[in-house]
């Protein structure tokens, strides 16, 4: 009986612990990452994650507080307590929800190949990535795509912040990359010096790499914090709220 109601008090305080009440929520982001989180020229941090995360958390009455981190190391970063959430266009798939709980989705976005027209390819395969060298951000859903197709034929080139690669892209070290769509649509083809252009289709399939939609992340154990997340998405949803940031970043 003694040992019953000790294992009880064990069980009472390991759930309390795990019901724990925030009132400052810590986000962990990758920047920039534009349009989705970025600075502008007065170095004010905005995005389409940052507007969206910070009318969630006004929703839900708590103080968010966005905490830089580099995207290699986002998800060991909120395991280890850095951070509360990641909201930083993360894509939500099966190897991930390992690790952590998801949100529901809050958008959704393809991916896309993007090169100088002079690259003169229609589409991205094996034959026409022969021999290139292929830019991505290291530890995306796009590098492992790249990694376990295209390894063998061709040079893989894998950076720390998707600025780099576009540096890299601009400074023709890259004949192509392969990146989340609206990233490459603000930072490439909106550039006005070369004219980088769209190779194929827009990818999407198959799920196990590409997912099911960017979603925020939480330590597994805080089901009650994702709860809230998720039920503040469905009201700006409702109220005509996430539609307005939409609009901010994507247009009608
Ligand atoms: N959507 C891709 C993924 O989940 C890339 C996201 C990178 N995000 C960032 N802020 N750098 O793997």
């Not at 929800?97 to 809050?106: A, E, G, M, T």
């Not at 190949?113 to 002079?118: G, K, M, Q, V």
């Not at 700006?236 to 970043?249: K, S, V």
Request: with cysteine; glycine share 8%; net charge negative.
């Amino acid at each position: 009986l003694l040992t019953m109601s000790v294992l009880g008090l064990a069980i009472a305080a390991a759930s309390s612990a795990q019901a724990r009440d925030y009132d400052h929520v810590r986000i962990g982001v990758d920047v920039p990452y534009e349009p989705m989180e970025y600075r502008t020229a007065d170095g004010e941090l905005t995005g389409f994650d940052i507007d969206l995360g910070n009318a969630l958390c006004d929703r839900i009455g708590v103080t968010c507080e966005w905490v830089e981190q580099e995207w290699d190391g986002i998800i060991p970063g909120l395991l280890s307590r850095n951070y509360d959430a990641i909201m930083s266009s993360m894509t939500i798939n099966d190897e991930r929800r390992q690790q952590v709980l998801f949100s529901d989705p809050y958008i959704t976005m393809p991916s896309a190949w993007f090169a100088p027209s002079t690259l003169d390819i229609t589409e991205a395969n094996e034959e026409t990535l022969a021999g290139k060298t292929i830019g991505v951000q290291r530890g995306t859903l796009q590098d492992n795509f790249v990694t376990d197709n295209f390894n063998s034929i061709a040079s893989i080139s894998r950076y720390s912040t998707a600025d780099d690669m576009v540096l890299d892209m601009q400074a023709q070290r890259l004949d192509i990359v392969f990146l989340d769509f609206p990233i490459g649509q603000s930072t490439l083809l909106n550039n006005e010096d070369t004219d980088y252009v769209v190779v194929g289709e827009q990818v999407s399939e198959p799920k196990e790499y590409f997912g099911d939609g960017f979603g925020i992340a939480f330590r597994q154990r805080d089901e009650a914090l994702a709860e809230r997340f998720n039920d503040a998405l469905a009201e700006l949803q409702d109220d005509g709220t996430y539609d307005e940031i939409f609009a901010r970043y994507f247009g009608e």
